[in-house]
């Protein structure tokens, strides 16, 4: 905030100098966790289980930034980043230790949160056409370039 009295030098160099000051924020070490993974709910997966991230999780050492760039893999496209049914099912039940039933009922919540939304947007969708219907009748009927039976009978004014 700039002032533009006089009267009080000191404010306003200490307001100046405040603006001109560029933060900068710097890092220097990582620290990772690695956490376990459950079965989830969410409707955005396609085919499989969902896997959500569970409240457990593992510190690991903390290291330098530095160290970490330089041993890190590669970033994977995008592409990439998406597990097939299979992949996640076998994750699920060898490295979490879950049984094929806990799965498959994981997988039906799934697909009924699906039907569910799938619903309610159809619905969605119909009252928005509805609504849209409406509001483009009262606006044909109460356009005054209508012809009804009123307006034909009167004589035209020019």
């Known amino acids: ?22 933060s900068k924020i710097q890092f220097s070490t990582i620290e990772v966790r690695e956490f376990n993974r459950t079965l989830g709910v969410n409707p955005a997966c396609r085919d499989g289980p969902p896997m959500t991230l569970d409240w457990d999780f ?33 994750i699920m039940r060898k490295q979490f230790g879950y049984t094929t039933e806990e799965i498959e009922k994981s997988e039906y919540a799934v697909r009924l949160a699906q039907k569910k939304r799938e619903k309610t947007k159809n619905s969605s969708a119909m009252k928005e056409r509805t609504r849209l219907l409406a509001e483009n009748a009262r606006h044909i009927m109460s356009s005054p370039f209508r012809t009804s039976l009123q307006w034909t009978n009167r004589p035209l004014r020019i």
Request: net charge positive.
């Open 58 to 90: 593992v510190d690991k050492e903390s290291i330098s930034i530095d160290e970490y760039e330089a041993n890190r893999l590669p970033r994977r496209s995008h592409r990439h980043l998406f597990l097939s049914m299979f992949v996640r099912r076998n």
């Open 1 to 22: 905030m700039l002032s533009n009295h006089n009267d009080n030098d000191d404010t306003s160099t200490i307001c100046m100098n405040t603006m001109k000051r560029k």
